[in-house]
C-alpha cells in the first residue's frame, strides 16, 4: 500500500512559478513510476508528466514542456513538479500517482495505481 500526499498547491499569478511536492509512504518507492495529473474546474482529468522509478526518464504532455519538470528524490520518498511560466490555463486540482512496482513511464492514468487526495492550484492573469 502506498499513501501519497500532495502539498505546494496555492494561488499563483501569471508568469510566475510554483513548486508542488508529493510525499509517499511505502516500501521501494524508486521502483514505482510516479505521475502528475490535473483536473481543470469542468474537465477531466489530464496527464501532466511521469518520472520513471530511478528519476532517469521523464514524459511530458505537449502542453507544458519546456515549462514544467518533473523530479524525485528516492531518498525522500518525494517527487516534485516544477511549473514555471504559469498561465491561467494551469488552474487545477493537481494529483500524484504512483505506479505499482513499475518503473516505467506512462500517461496513461488506467496505469497507476496509487493516488495522492490533490493540491488546488490557482493561477490568476
Known amino acids: 500500500q502506498v499513501e501519497l500526499v500532495e502539498s505546494g498547491g496555492g494561488l499563483g499569478q501569471a508568469g510566475g512559478s510554483l513548486r508542488l511536492s508529493c510525499a509517499a509512504s511505502?516500501?521501494?518507492?524508486?521502483?514505482?513510476?510516479m505521475g502528475w495529473f490535473r483536473q481543470a474546474p469542468g474537465k477531466e482529468r489530464e496527464f501532466v508528466a511521469s518520472?520513471?522509478?530511478?528519476?532517469?526518464?521523464?514524459l511530458y504532455d505537449d502542453s507544458v514542456k519546456g515549462r514544467v519538470t518533473v523530479s524525485r528524490d528516492n531518498a525522500k520518498n518525494t517527487v516534485y513538479l516544477q511549473i514555471n511560466a504559469l498561465k491561467p490555463a494551469d488552474t487545477g486540482v493537481y494529483y500524484c500517482?504512483?505506479?505499482?512496482?513499475?518503473?516505467?513511464?506512462?500517461?496513461?492514468?488506467?496505469?497507476?495505481?496509487?493516488w495522492g487526495q490533490g493540491t488546488q492550484v490557482t493561477v490568476s492573469s
Open positions: 518520472i520513471s522509478g530511478p528519476g532517469g526518464v521523464m
Open positions: 511505502g516500501h521501494a518507492f524508486s521502483r514505482n513510476a
Open positions: 500517482a504512483a505506479r505499482a512496482g513499475l518503473v516505467r513511464v506512462t500517461s496513461d492514468s488506467s496505469h497507476y495505481t496509487y
